[in-house]
């Protein structure tokens, strides 16, 4: 049986941290929008150059645009079992097309993950924040910084900062994530669907652990 389940929490939450972990425990491949379109901008590519202006100014990328790419995603192989999605979806337009391309499958959101964080400590985390080009780890410049300033203590690639990690644009991301995103929650709790909530002010591993426990309460059989 697939397991797909969602990763879900404002910007900065810390859905990028934990969610490498929490595929690794589900067994199925974490599948992030945002890191999608930033591979796509990384390449020049046309659809990287149409998500960019949206993306720069902490908007959200059009559905239409966001819903196939992540429908070609879902055609891969890796995710006949079942996908953690990372930032998807952000809008009710996706939740219906995600549940949509599941059903088609046979498959539905076997778990919201929801990491819950307070406004003011989601800025202070984003405006400190400083991710890893080639693997996507992230550092906060002052909290977790890399061993070697600008290097990536893991795979050796460029530490920088996100050209949308400033305060202004976080503050407009958190704004489309109360206006766009949170109804989201709602849609699937009235649908039925398990919903953990996870306290994500706390410590990383904490966070983690708390987010391992719920995934092996849902995975079909031991890891
Ligand atoms: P993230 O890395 O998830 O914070 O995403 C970075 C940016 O990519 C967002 O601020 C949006 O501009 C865009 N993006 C990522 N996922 C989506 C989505 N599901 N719908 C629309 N835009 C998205």
Redesign the pocket.
Known sequence: MALDLLLFGP?GAG??TQAAAVARAAGVPHV???????GHLSQSSELGMQ?KA??DR??????T??ISM?SERLTGSDAEAGVLL??????IG?AEALDGMLGERGRQVAALLSIEVPAEELVRRVSGRLVCRDCGKTFHALEAPPRVAGVCDDCGGEVMR?V?DSEETVRA?YA?FREQTEPVLAYYREFGTPIVTVDGARDRAVVEADLLAAISNLSPGPA
């Open positions: 910007p859905k990028g992030a929008t945002g890191d999608m379109f930033r998500a949206y993306m902490g908007a959200l990328v059009p559905d645009i966001t992540l990372d930032g998807f979806p952000r809008t996706q996100r949308d991301r489309v």
